[in-house]
């Protein structure tokens, strides 16, 4: 899923694009968020006792909970929130997929040989891995939505992307997704742990794209190829090529087509590339995605009224919910719709540009952050060995 | 960097002021004084101090030094001055370390302290030059009393200001309550005047909460200065002596356009 690895490189090398807060420092935004991803998230962690919350006809209801309580969540903090939906994936991502299902199949079969032999623990990890995303999951999302009045957008192919162009065009500050690579797409901002539980108390990571590239000194068509040699969703990663190594390479060689050639002309092969690595095309995809245009009209979202009644009807009626907190989350989607906004400051004054003699020192730092963290491991590695040396019962 | 402050109190009441909206900021000082800008964690209210090199006795700072510093440690320290020690700041050129220094204008106490700084990442604003629609001058006691006064009921306040006068207006689920001030001249307490410089009536409304906060201020200046035109910040001024200021501004709450 996403890039590998990603996120640990620019924390290493670009800390200052990765800003932590709460989720009530967003307030007044809009932002767009991955909803297949999240559905996905609500399947596995919206659970009792282990257990998919269901109906009383045994339906699960566990991603209707999760996206109502959770949008909810957002709303009351004064997000204007507004999903979109995956549509077709591209052919390259056919492999991953295949492999998914393989592992979803392994996992369904570990699942039933737990159920007769495995301890609760058991059942309950495979569980949690057979969970897919239904068209049933999909329909019943869009539905609970229409009824909030929280609009929503079907993608051509993938959400990230659609999310990227929606935030790349100011239609919302941010895309909302736990997927790393929708920086790829070119988001300015990327939000992660939006649509997370209230109880995790995880802050709210806001990962500005313009300074990740400052911070590792590249251009966007550098940070994509960097993207796709640490491992992204279309391609197998290459052997033996984890982050520092990819980091090196792409600063060595510059673009993947300067890579590759290093490598196959490598005599010592110490890399080798798998046999199908259509990277331009990977790269193709990163860099034109199939996505709706910002001026289409679909791209235009409101808000609207919460239909109370019809939320009852679905929730409570058909899929047994409690009626009063049903109710009451309606009173608070009305509120939180009517009445004046606070505004942000931003939208006023500026943010006057850094100077050099700031920027270097950001660098500066940095750098000196890092060496010391590298010093530190040293040494622990040093101290490890030295305790490891020791003979037993000397000390 | 070296400055000597005559009085402790001034930065013992600006620090106390703003420490309840910024947790942590850069002093910036440069050869014209010391600076400091900085926006409360939700990106609501901004605070702007200066406190030009004239109102230190002397002031030396030959290069622009940031100093990032943990407020509430700065609280900790400023409580062991007396209000009417000396106090002097000393900081090296890159410095990791900022020295508070406070003499006892009484007798020969003599306490020294350093804090620890920080390295503070904080986007600057740029904030343009407003001609404001209206002007109000007031004391910063009867600014205060209206704020603490209204939030009572409700969370925020619509100041309406006309050629009449200048209403703040209030309405919460317990009702709703409004005070209007007019221009007012007291030859005798000329602190009580209220003066109103208007170029056009304005309407805005704004969080009581964060008013209520920038009336911590109210113990630094006499009176308050408050500068509204419509769909910008509200502007919040405290005159310091000698042409010194702590400013607060405040984004206003817009009804919905959609």
Redesign the interface.
């Known amino acids: 899923m996403g890039i590998k690895h990603l996120y640990q490189v620019i924390g290493e090398h670009a800390p ?1 694009a990765i800003k932590t ?2 989720i ?2 967003q ?1 007044g935004r809009k932002v767009a968020i991955d909803a297949s991803m999240s559905i996905y998230s609500f399947l596995i962690a919206v659970r009792s006792e282990g257990q998919q919350l269901t109906s009383e006809t045994g339906e699960t209801t566990s991603h209707l909970m999760g996206m109502f309580y959770r949008t909810l969540r957002i709303v009351d903090n004064g997000i204007k929130p507004l999903y979109v939906f995956d549509g077709a994936p591209p052919k390259l991502k056919s492999g991953v997929l295949a492999k998914r299902v393989m592992r979803k199949a392994e996992a369904t079969d570990a699942h039933e040989e737990a159920k007769e032999t495995g301890t609760a623990e058991d059942v309950e990890k495979f569980s949690r891995r057979t969970v897919r995303v239904t068209r049933e999951h999909n329909e019943e999302c869009k539905r609970l939505l229409r009824l909030m009045g929280v609009p929503y957008i079907d993608a051509p192919t993938e959400a990230e992307a659609q999310c990227a162009l929606l935030a790349r065009a100011q239609k919302v500050y941010a895309a909302a997704s736990e997927d790393m690579d929708t920086l790829c797409f070119d988001s300015p901002i990327l939000l992660r742990h939006l649509t997370f539980s209230e109880q995790r108390k995880e802050p709210i990571l806001e990962i500005h794209l313009d300074k990740v590239l400052a911070g590792l000194d590249m251009d966007r068509c550098q940070f994509v190829d960097l993207c796709i040699l640490l491992g992204c969703d279309y391609l197998d990663p290459i052997p033996k090529v984890g982050p520092n190594t990819a980091l090196k390479l792409i600063r060595d060689y510059k673009t993947l087509e300067g890579v590759v050639e290093y490598i196959e002309k490598d005599p010592k092969h110490k890399y080798s590339i798998p046999e199908d690595w259509p990277y331009k095309e990977a790269r193709e995809l990163f860099f034109n995605p199939d996505v709706r245009p910002a001026d289409d009209p679909l791209c235009d979202f ?2 609207e009224m919460p239909d109370v009644e019809g939320l009852v009807q679905f929730l409570v009626t058909e899929k047994g919910f409690n009626e009063d907190r049903v109710r009451s989350a309606a009173v608070r989607l009305q509120k939180n ?16 540009p850094k100077t050099a003699e700031e920027i270097a020192n ?1 660098k500066r ?1 940095n750098e000196e952050k890092n060496e010391e963290k590298k010093k530190k491991q040293k040494s622990e590695q040093k101290a490890k060995k030295e305790t490891k040396g020791k003979p037993r019962g000397t000390a | 960097m070296e400055a000597r402050l005559e009085q402790a109190l001034l930065l013992k009441r600006v620090v106390e002021a703003i420490k309840d909206l910024v947790q942590d900021c850069n002093f910036d000082c440069n050869d014209t004084g010391i600076a400091l800008q900085a926006m409360d964690n939700s990106h609501v209210a901004l605070v702007s101090m200066l406190l030009k090199a004239e109102a230190f006795s002397p002031y030396r700072c030959d290069r622009n030094i940031p100093i990032g510093i943990n407020l509430t440690s700065l609280t900790k320290v400023l409580r062991c001055a007396q209000n009417d020690d000396i106090l002097t700041l000393k900081a090296e050129d890159s410095p990791d370390t900022i020295n508070l220094t406070f003499e006892s204008s009484e007798s020969d106490r003599l306490s020294e302290y350093d804090i620890k700084l920080m390295d503070i990442d904080q986007d600057h604003l740029g904030i343009p030059e407003t001609e404001y629609a209206a002007t109000i001058t007031m004391p910063s006691a009867e600014f205060q009393r209206i704020c603490r006064d209204l939030i009572a009921l409700s969370e925020s306040v619509s100041i309406e200001a006309t050629k009449e006068g200048v209403k703040f207006s209030c309405a919460g689920d317990i009702g709703n309550g409004s005070v209007t001030l007019r221009s007012h001249t007291n030859v005798e307490k000329p602190e009580l005047n209220v003066e109103i410089d208007l170029a056009e009536p304005v309407a805005l409304t704004f969080s009581l909460k964060y008013l209520v906060n920038f009336c911590k201020a109210s113990a630094l200046s006499g009176s308050v200065k408050l500068c509204l035109s419509n769909e910008v910040p509200l502007l919040v001024e405290y005159g310091l002596s000698g042409s010194s200021w702590l400013r607060f501004y405040l984004a206003p709450k817009i009804g919905d356009e959609e």
């Open positions: 200052d807060g709460e009530k420092n307030f409101k808000w719709l009517k009445g004046s906004q606070q505004q942000r400051l931003e939208g006023f004054f500026k943010p006057l950001i730092k």
